[in-house]
C-alpha cells in the first residue's frame, strides 16, 4: 500500500511531499485512514530545527487527528477496522508500541508512535481513542491536542470559580480551548489576549469578557484596568515565547496566583522569574497535555464540547489538502493561524 505523506528531509527546508511504502503491521500497531490532521507549534519548531539536533531525519511528523482505522496487527484490542478514531500525542491505554520505518524507494523515512501529516498512517494503540461515529471526524481531530491541553489545564489544573479571573495569552488552539473550558465554568472575568485583532474578535464571540492586543509595555497596566486589582487569579501561557511567559506570570496576584505555561518553546530557552514573585507565593507550573488521562478525559471532554460543536467548528481557522500544507504552516508561522486542518 502506498501512502502520500509530508515529511522532513532537512531542519529548516520545506516539508517535502512524497508516496512512502506502507510496512506490515507489527505488535501493537494500527493502520488509519487519515481524515484530517491539525498542525500544531510543536511541528513548526521540529521543521525550522528549533527543538535541537533531529538525529531521525527524514521522518514524518504530525501528532494529531481523526481518522478510520484500516487494520490492525497482532495483540490490539482496543479498535477494530472501520472504527472512526482520534489520534492523539498523550500516551493512553494500550500497546506502547514501537515507532515504524516507511520507504520511499531506497529511502528510509522514519515514524514515531504517531504520525498524522500521511494519507494512511502506522499508530501505536496507545495513540488512539475510539469515538462514535455521530462524531464529526472534522470537529474530532481538535481532541488529539488543542481541547485536551486547553480544556484540561481547566477542568485538570486551575480552581477556576465563578468569582475567578483567568487571562489567556495566546488565540491559538489551545489558547481558545482553554477559553471555551473557562466559560464553561462561569468564571467572573475571562481576558483574552493576543496579537492578532481578528482573534480577539473570535474570542469575544466564543465568550470572553474582554480582550487586550498584546503589547508587552502597557499588558500589565491593561490588566489592572480591566480587573480593578493587582494581578489575575490565573495566567495561561500558550504562545512559546519568552516574554510572553515572563509577562504572564508576572500577571498573577500575590499569594494566591497561578501561572500555567504550556507553549512550545525552541531548545535551550531560558526564561527569567523574579525571585521575590515566589517568596510573595505566586505559582508557576506546566502543563504536559493538560494533564489528561486520554481514554477518561477525552470522551468526558467530548460530551462536554459537542453539544456545542458549532464553536468546536470555529476553532478551525484554515484547512487545505494535503499538497498545500506548506501555505497552513506559513499561516502558523505567521501567528494568523487559530487551528489549522490538513484534509486528507
Same mark, same amino acid.
Request: aromatic share 6%.
Given at each position: 500500500?502506498?501512502?502520500?505523506?509530508?515529511?522532513?528531509?532537512?531542519?529548516?527546508?520545506?516539508?517535502?511531499?512524497?508516496?512512502?511504502?506502507?510496512?506490515?503491521? !507489527?505488535?501493537?500497531?494500527?493502520?488509519?485512514?487519515?481524515?484530517?490532521?491539525?498542525?500544531?507549534?510543536?511541528?513548526?519548531?521540529?521543521?525550522?530545527?528549533?527543538?535541537?539536533?533531529?538525529?531521525?531525519? &527524514?521522518?514524518?511528523?504530525?501528532?494529531?487527528?481523526?481518522?478510520?482505522?484500516?487494520?490492525?496487527?497482532?495483540?490490539?484490542?482496543?479498535?477494530?477496522?472501520?472504527?472512526?478514531?482520534?489520534?492523539?500525542?498523550?500516551?493512553?491505554?494500550?500497546?506502547?508500541?514501537?515507532?515504524?520505518?516507511?520507504?520511499?524507494?531506497?529511502?528510509?523515512?522514519?515514524?514515531?508512535?504517531?504520525?498524522?501529516?500521511?494519507?494512511?498512517?502506522?499508530?501505536?494503540?496507545?495513540?488512539?481513542?475510539? @469515538?462514535?461515529?455521530?462524531?464529526?471526524?472534522?470537529?474530532?481531530?481538535?481532541?488529539?491536542?488543542?481541547?485536551?491541553?486547553?480544556?484540561?489545564?481547566?477542568?485538570?489544573?486551575?480552581? =477556576?470559580?465563578?468569582?475567578?479571573?483567568?487571562?489567556?495569552?495566546?488565540?491559538?488552539?489551545?489558547?481558545?480551548?482553554?477559553? @471555551?473550558?473557562?466559560?464553561?465554568?462561569?468564571?467572573? !472575568?475571562?481576558?483574552?489576549?493576543?496579537?492578532?485583532?481578528?482573534?480577539?474578535?473570535?474570542?469575544?464571540?466564543?465568550?470572553?469578557?474582554?480582550?487586550?492586543?498584546?503589547? &508587552?509595555?502597557?499588558?500589565?497596566?491593561?490588566?489592572?484596568?480591566?480587573?480593578?486589582?493587582?494581578?489575575?487569579?490565573?495566567?495561561?501561557?500558550?504562545?512559546?515565547?519568552?516574554?510572553?511567559?515572563? =509577562?504572564?506570570?508576572?500577571?498573577?496576584?500575590?499569594?494566591?496566583?497561578?501561572?500555567?505555561?504550556?507553549?512550545?518553546?525552541?531548545?535551550?530557552?531560558? @526564561?527569567?522569574?523574579?525571585?521575590?514573585?515566589?517568596?510573595?507565593?505566586?505559582?508557576?507550573?506546566?502543563?504536559?497535555?493538560?494533564?489528561?488521562?486520554?481514554?477518561?478525559?477525552?470522551?468526558?471532554? =467530548?460530551?462536554?464540547?459537542?453539544?456545542?460543536? !458549532?464553536?468546536?467548528?470555529? =476553532?478551525?481557522?484554515?484547512?487545505?489538502?494535503?499538497?498545500? @500544507?506548506?501555505?497552513?504552516?506559513?499561516?502558523?508561522?505567521?501567528? !494568523?493561524?487559530?487551528?489549522?486542518?490538513?484534509?486528507?
Amino acid at each position: 500500500m502506498k501512502s502520500r505523506a509530508a515529511v522532513l528531509t532537512k531542519c529548516g527546508d520545506p516539508l517535502e511531499l512524497m508516496e512512502l511504502e506502507v510496512p506490515k503491521l !507489527q505488535e501493537g500497531q494500527v493502520l488509519v485512514k487519515m481524515q484530517y490532521s491539525g498542525i500544531c507549534r510543536t511541528q513548526l519548531n521540529e521543521i525550522k530545527g528549533l527543538k535541537g539536533p533531529d538525529k531521525f531525519l &527524514p521522518h514524518t511528523l504530525g501528532h494529531e487527528g481523526s481518522g478510520i482505522v484500516v487494520d490492525i496487527g497482532p495483540g490490539v484490542t482496543k479498535v477494530k477496522a472501520t472504527d472512526p478514531v482520534i489520534l492523539t500525542w498523550i500516551k493512553g491505554e494500550g500497546i506502547d508500541a514501537k515507532g515504524t520505518v516507511y520507504r520511499c524507494g531506497n529511502l528510509s523515512v522514519n515514524s514515531g508512535p504517531i504520525s498524522t501529516f500521511l494519507e494512511f498512517a502506522v499508530i501505536a494503540e496507545n495513540r488512539l481513542i475510539p @469515538i462514535t461515529s455521530e462524531i464529526p471526524l472534522r470537529e474530532a481531530s481538535l481532541f488529539g491536542c488543542a481541547i485536551p491541553t486547553g480544556a484540561g489545564i481547566i477542568y485538570n489544573q486551575l480552581d =477556576l470559580t465563578q468569582d475567578s479571573t483567568i487571562a489567556l495569552f495566546g488565540l491559538g488552539g489551545i489558547g481558545l480551548s482553554a477559553l @471555551i473550558a473557562a466559560v464553561s465554568k462561569s468564571a467572573k !472575568q475571562i481576558i483574552a489576549i493576543d496579537l492578532e485583532p481578528t482573534k480577539l474578535t473570535l474570542a469575544k464571540e466564543l465568550g470572553a469578557t474582554d480582550t487586550i492586543l498584546y503589547e &508587552p509595555d502597557q499588558l500589565l497596566s491593561s490588566l489592572q484596568a480591566i480587573t480593578g486589582q493587582n494581578g489575575v487569579d490565573f495566567a495561561v501561557e500558550a504562545v512559546g515565547k519568552k516574554e510572553v511567559m515572563e =509577562l504572564a506570570f508576572k500577571a498573577v496576584k500575590d499569594q494566591t496566583g497561578v501561572c500555567i505555561l504550556a507553549g512550545n518553546v525552541p531548545k535551550e530557552t531560558k @526564561i527569567e522569574c523574579d525571585p521575590f514573585d515566589f517568596i510573595k507565593g505566586k505559582k508557576l507550573f506546566g502543563s504536559w497535555g493538560g494533564n489528561v488521562k486520554p481514554d477518561h478525559d477525552i470522551p468526558l471532554f =467530548l460530551k462536554s464540547f459537542y453539544p456545542e460543536n !458549532q464553536q468546536l467548528t470555529r =476553532l478551525i481557522s484554515h484547512e487545505a489538502p494535503l499538497d498545500q @500544507i506548506h501555505s497552513l504552516v506559513s499561516l502558523l508561522d505567521q501567528g !494568523q493561524a487559530a487551528r489549522t486542518l490538513i484534509t486528507f
